[in-house]
Protein backbone atom coordinates (compact mmCIF):
# COMPACT_ATOMS: atom_id res chain seq x y z
CA UNK A 1 0.00 0.00 0.00
CA UNK A 2 2.76 2.48 0.74
CA UNK A 3 4.19 1.85 -2.60
CA UNK A 4 1.26 2.54 -4.27
CA UNK A 5 0.89 5.46 -2.32
CA UNK A 6 4.28 6.54 -3.50
CA UNK A 7 3.80 5.88 -6.88
CA UNK A 8 0.19 7.81 -6.88
CA UNK A 9 2.19 10.59 -5.27
CA UNK A 10 4.54 10.54 -7.99
CA UNK A 11 2.33 10.92 -10.81
CA UNK A 12 0.39 13.62 -9.49
CA UNK A 13 3.84 15.56 -8.91
CA UNK A 14 4.79 14.69 -12.36
CA UNK A 15 1.22 15.86 -13.75
CA UNK A 16 1.20 18.64 -11.68
CA UNK A 17 5.33 19.62 -12.77
CA UNK A 18 3.82 19.57 -16.70
CA UNK A 19 0.88 21.45 -15.88
CA UNK A 20 3.20 24.42 -14.36
CA UNK A 21 5.58 24.04 -17.09
CA UNK A 22 2.45 24.19 -20.08
CA UNK A 23 1.13 27.34 -17.62
CA UNK A 24 4.71 29.44 -17.37
CA UNK A 25 5.00 28.21 -21.10
CA UNK A 26 1.98 30.27 -22.01
CA UNK A 27 2.49 33.29 -20.32
CA UNK A 28 5.62 33.60 -21.26
CA UNK A 29 3.85 33.48 -24.99
CA UNK A 30 1.41 35.88 -24.12
CA UNK A 31 3.91 38.12 -22.94
CA UNK A 32 6.16 37.55 -25.97
CA UNK A 33 3.31 38.70 -27.77
CA UNK A 34 2.01 41.61 -26.26
CA UNK A 35 6.13 43.24 -26.55
CA UNK A 36 5.67 42.57 -30.13
CA UNK A 37 2.28 44.00 -30.47
CA UNK A 38 3.56 47.05 -28.64
CA UNK A 39 6.47 46.94 -30.48
CA UNK A 40 4.76 47.20 -33.90
CA UNK A 41 2.06 49.29 -32.85
CA UNK A 42 4.57 51.36 -31.58
CA UNK A 43 6.83 51.79 -35.18
CA UNK A 44 3.79 52.28 -36.93
CA UNK A 45 3.32 55.09 -34.91
CA UNK A 46 6.57 56.46 -35.07
CA UNK A 47 6.16 56.82 -39.03
CA UNK A 48 2.85 57.96 -38.59
CA UNK A 49 4.48 60.94 -36.60
CA UNK A 50 7.79 61.34 -38.82
CA UNK A 51 10.02 59.94 -35.87
CA UNK A 52 12.80 59.02 -37.21
CA UNK A 53 13.45 56.39 -34.62
CA UNK A 54 11.10 54.85 -37.05
CA UNK A 55 14.25 53.41 -38.64
CA UNK A 56 16.36 52.55 -35.37
CA UNK A 57 13.97 49.87 -34.75
CA UNK A 58 15.47 48.08 -37.74
CA UNK A 59 18.30 45.97 -38.06
CA UNK A 60 21.10 47.85 -40.07
CA UNK A 61 20.53 44.77 -42.45
CA UNK A 62 17.18 45.28 -42.10
CA UNK A 63 15.07 44.42 -45.34
CA UNK A 64 11.10 46.98 -46.37
CA UNK A 65 9.50 45.36 -49.19
CA UNK A 66 6.77 48.01 -50.00
CA UNK A 67 3.89 47.37 -52.19
CA UNK A 68 5.61 48.41 -55.93
CA UNK A 69 7.73 45.96 -57.22
CA UNK A 70 10.68 48.52 -57.22
CA UNK A 71 10.73 48.75 -53.34
CA UNK A 72 13.21 46.38 -52.01
CA UNK A 73 15.16 48.53 -49.64
CA UNK A 74 17.96 47.60 -46.90
CA UNK A 75 17.12 49.91 -43.87
CA UNK A 76 19.66 52.85 -44.91
CA UNK A 77 18.28 52.23 -48.70
CA UNK A 78 14.38 53.13 -46.84
CA UNK A 79 15.54 55.74 -44.84
CA UNK A 80 16.97 57.81 -47.56
CA UNK A 81 14.00 57.09 -50.10
CA UNK A 82 11.77 58.37 -47.08
CA UNK A 83 13.18 61.08 -46.32
CA UNK A 84 10.99 63.83 -48.27
CA UNK A 85 8.09 62.20 -46.43
CA UNK A 86 9.54 62.67 -42.37
CA UNK A 87 10.74 66.18 -43.46
CA UNK A 88 7.14 67.12 -44.06
CA UNK A 89 6.42 65.91 -40.67
CA UNK A 90 4.18 63.22 -41.54
CA UNK A 91 5.02 59.83 -43.18
CA UNK A 92 2.64 57.02 -43.32
CA UNK A 93 -0.15 55.98 -40.73
CA UNK A 94 -0.87 52.55 -40.80
CA UNK A 95 -3.02 51.05 -37.87
CA UNK A 96 -3.29 47.40 -37.12
CA UNK A 97 -6.63 45.81 -37.11
CA UNK A 98 -5.51 42.54 -36.24
CA UNK A 99 -2.00 40.79 -35.90
CA UNK A 100 -0.87 36.74 -35.51
CA UNK A 101 2.43 36.10 -33.53
CA UNK A 102 4.32 33.33 -33.58
CA UNK A 103 7.90 32.80 -32.03
CA UNK A 104 10.89 30.78 -31.86
CA UNK A 105 11.24 28.16 -29.22
CA UNK A 106 14.21 30.05 -27.79
CA UNK A 107 12.16 33.30 -27.63
CA UNK A 108 14.96 34.93 -30.05
CA UNK A 109 12.71 35.49 -33.08
CA UNK A 110 8.88 36.12 -33.75
CA UNK A 111 7.29 37.32 -37.20
CA UNK A 112 3.88 37.94 -37.56
CA UNK A 113 1.36 38.79 -40.19
CA UNK A 114 -0.80 41.46 -39.52
CA UNK A 115 -4.21 43.33 -41.57
CA UNK A 116 -3.36 47.31 -41.68
CA UNK A 117 -5.83 49.55 -42.16
CA UNK A 118 -3.93 52.67 -44.69
CA UNK A 119 -4.92 55.21 -47.00
CA UNK A 120 -4.35 52.32 -49.65
CA UNK A 121 -7.39 50.60 -48.28
CA UNK A 122 -6.42 46.98 -46.23
CA UNK A 123 -2.95 45.99 -46.41
CA UNK A 124 -1.56 42.94 -45.16
CA UNK A 125 2.33 42.88 -43.87
CA UNK A 126 4.64 40.63 -42.41
CA UNK A 127 7.73 40.53 -40.82
CA UNK A 128 10.43 38.78 -39.05
CA UNK A 129 12.03 40.42 -35.49
CA UNK A 130 15.00 39.12 -33.35
CA UNK A 131 15.57 40.04 -30.07
CA UNK A 132 18.56 42.14 -29.56
CA UNK A 133 19.36 42.54 -25.91
CA UNK A 134 15.94 43.32 -24.02
CA UNK A 135 14.47 44.75 -27.10
CA UNK A 136 13.16 43.84 -31.08
CA UNK A 137 14.56 44.86 -34.28
CA UNK A 138 12.84 44.47 -37.17
CA UNK A 139 14.81 41.95 -39.99
CA UNK A 140 12.49 41.98 -42.40
CA UNK A 141 9.12 43.53 -43.32
CA UNK A 142 7.07 42.91 -46.57
CA UNK A 143 3.54 45.87 -47.29
CA UNK A 144 0.95 44.17 -49.34
CA UNK A 145 -2.56 45.73 -51.03
CA UNK A 146 -4.71 43.21 -50.54
CA UNK A 147 -6.54 42.14 -54.22
CA UNK A 148 -10.44 40.85 -54.04
CA UNK A 149 -9.72 37.44 -56.05
CA UNK A 150 -12.67 38.38 -57.99
CA UNK A 151 -11.30 41.17 -59.69
CA UNK A 152 -7.77 39.77 -60.46
CA UNK A 153 -8.02 39.64 -64.28
CA UNK A 154 -9.07 43.11 -64.28
CA UNK A 155 -6.00 43.86 -61.69
CA UNK A 156 -3.80 42.17 -64.49
CA UNK A 157 -4.96 44.21 -67.13
CA UNK A 158 -4.80 47.22 -65.57
CA UNK A 159 -0.81 46.70 -64.64
CA UNK A 160 0.17 45.88 -67.99
CA UNK A 161 -1.72 48.72 -69.88
CA UNK A 162 -0.11 50.97 -67.15
CA UNK A 163 3.57 48.99 -67.57
CA UNK A 164 3.13 49.28 -71.42
CA UNK A 165 3.44 53.12 -71.40
Not at 140 to 164: A, G, W
Request: with cysteine; aromatic share 16%; net charge positive.
Amino acid sequence: MKYLSFILLLSLSAVSFAQSKKTTASKVEVNVTKEVNAFMDQWHQDAANADTVYFSKMAPDGIYIGTDKSELWKRDEFKKWSKPFFDKGKAWDFKATSRNVYFSEDGKYAWFDELLDTWMGVCRSSGVLHRKNATWEIKHYQLSVTLPNDITKDFIKMVNEYEKK
